[in-house]
């Protein structure tokens, strides 16, 4: 749940300026205050197309290019005040792709809207503070992202995921900044490193740094696979040190270059990869 903070930007502008990928946000936002506000935190980074009700909505995200729409902003009820929740169901079954982000006023922090919202699959909430100007959206955009993508990530994983090694993957795939290494992973696990490795020979793995590093190409081939992200930008929303570090984990291990892994049928190849990994 991420709070708001306070904009140190000028006044709202009227129009957002689409980036060269033409990353698209659908934004179910009725008030014309909070439409300025979502402009003035996304200006740059994503074109917004706003809707007032749920059809307004779907029709939006119905159009929308899978590749380019990279989140749906929703507030917890429309212009005429029916509630959201069953909407949110509906687009994280279809689009599972497409992380979508719940904006909540801050009185209505702990409302029956919000924990339905919730309940509903949103990967993100944002709550707006009163009198701000502003708020980070984009970081909680990049969360969702994170969390869809890695939720399809263990899909992938599916039947090679060991019970005694669950609580590592989804570490890796959920929390990339804080599963960077084996000592990072056993420090939030709260286990030692011996540990992993134990756990990793009994199922059959190959040693803990081998399967966090397969994580992460995972997740990578994922957000490739299903956003026009430019590399650089997947590089640091999985928090490698730098784009050429992440390029070259990888090709060592996908052994393909991530601008070759632009479709469904890549991100296949790549999973074959990583089950011929444990196969070997």
Known sequence: MTALARSKRGSPSRHVTAPASQAVVAALVPGRR???RVQTALDGRACVRFAATSNELRSLVAGADDGSL????????????????????????ERPSTPVVAICDGAAGLSRDLLDLARAGTHEVVIRGHGDDGFPLWAAIESGQRTSAGSRTLALIGG???????????????????ARSVSLVARALGVHRKTLVNHCTRAGFPPPGVVINWCRVLHAAV????????????????????PSAFRNVFRRYAE?????????????????????????
């Open 34 to 36: 909070e439409r300025a």
């Open 70 to 93: 990279i989140a749906v902003l929703i507030e917890a009820r429309d212009a005429v005040g029916t509630p959201m929740s069953a909407l949110v169901r509906q687009l994280v079954s």
């Open 160 to 178: 090679a995921m060991p019970v005694e090694l669950k609580a590592m993957l989804e570490l890796c795939v959920y929390y990339p900044a804080e």
């Open 223 to 242: 957000l490739l696979s299903t956003t026009t992200r430019p590399v650089d930008q997947i590089a640091r929303l999985l928090a490698f040190p730098s």
């Open 256 to 280: 393909t270059r991530p601008g070759e892994v632009r479709d469904a049928a890549g991100l296949r190849r790549i999973v074959e990869r990583w089950r011929g990994s444990l196969a070997g």
